[in-house]
C-alpha cells in the first residue's frame, strides 16, 4: 500500500523532505521545479521509515474527544459502556450497569453531566476501598479529597490529606486499589525511596504491571 501525502508544500528550496506529525499525517516538502511523480517515487523510497514513524505517532496521540453520539463507549471501573440518548427522563445521565443513557435536551451540555457523574461515583467508590485498604493494613489519614487534576491520579498532603482525580474510576479496579496504596504508603514514607516501594509491594505485589498500566492507559481515561 503507497503512503499518502496529506500535505504537499513547495518552495525554493534544494531538497525534498518528509514530516510525519503529531497526528500521523504526512507532509512533504519539495522544490518548485521538481516534478509530482519524482515526489512520490522519493516518498516511496522511505515508506519504512514514514509508517514507523505514524506507528509511534499513533502510540502517543491523545485519544479523540468524545462526540457523545448514539454507541459511543464510556469507561467506568475498567469497563466500556455504550451511549443511548433516551426522548426524556427525569435526570439528565444514568447508568444501569448496562449502559450510560442521556436525556436528549442534555446533548448541549453532555459533558457536564458525565463530569458531574464520575465525580459522584468517584467520592463513592475511592472513599469506600480508601477506607476498607487503610483498616486493612494499618494506615491512618485525614480526610480525602477528589479533584479534577489531569496529571496525577492522587497525591498525599503533609497533613495526611488524600487526594484522587475523578478520572480514576474509569481504571479498572486494581488499578484503582494501587493508586490508593499508593497514596496510603505516602502517608508513612513522603518519598519514592526504596523504603516506599518496598511497602507498597508487601501490600500489592503486582503493582508494576498496574503502574505501566496506567503508563500506557492513563491517557484514554479522559473525556476530552
Not at 504537499?8 to 504526512?26: C, E, N, Q, W, Y
Not at 457523545?68 to 427525569?90: H, S
Not at 449502559?99 to 469506600?128: D, G, I, M
Not at 474509569?170 to 514514607?189: F, G, N, Q, S, W
Request: aromatic share 10%.
Amino acid at each position: 500500500m503507497s503512503v499518502a501525502i496529506d500535505r504537499l508544500v513547495r518552495s525554493r528550496r534544494k531538497s525534498i523532505a518528509i514530516f510525519v506529525r503529531p497526528d500521523g499525517t504526512v507532509e512533504v516538502r519539495a522544490p518548485l521545479e521538481i516534478p509530482e511523480a519524482s515526489i512520490r517515487a522519493f516518498v516511496e523510497k522511505h515508506a519504512d521509515w514514514v509508517r514507523k514513524h505514524q506507528k509511534r505517532a499513533q502510540k502517543y496521540a491523545p485519544p479523540p474527544p468524545k462526540r457523545y453520539e448514539e454507541g459511543e463507549k464510556f469507561l467506568f471501573l475498567g469497563r466500556e459502556y455504550p451511549l443511548q440518548i433516551v426522548p426524556r427522563q427525569r435526570t439528565a445521565l444514568t447508568f444501569d450497569g448496562q449502559a450510560f443513557r442521556l436525556a436528549r435536551s442534555a446533548l448541549p451540555r453532555a459533558e457536564e453531566a458525565f463530569t458531574r457523574w464520575y465525580k459522584a461515583q468517584a467520592a463513592l467508590v475511592l472513599s469506600l476501598r480508601l477506607s476498607v485498604l487503610a483498616k486493612q493494613h494499618g494506615f491512618k489519614y485525614e480526610k480525602v479529597r477528589i479533584t479534577s487534576a489531569r496529571t496525577r491520579w492522587g497525591s498525599c498532603s503533609a497533613k495526611g490529606t488524600l487526594s484522587f482525580t475523578w478520572r480514576l474510576v474509569m481504571a479498572p479496579p486494581e488499578v484503582v486499589d494501587y493508586v490508593i496504596v499508593h497514596e496510603l504508603a505516602h502517608t508513612k514514607v513522603a518519598n519514592h525511596s526504596k523504603e516506599f516501594w518496598a511497602l507498597v509491594e508487601t501490600i500489592m505485589p503486582g503493582h508494576k504491571a498496574y503502574r505501566a498500566w496506567l503508563r500506557k492507559n492513563g491517557k484514554f481515561l479522559t473525556l476530552k
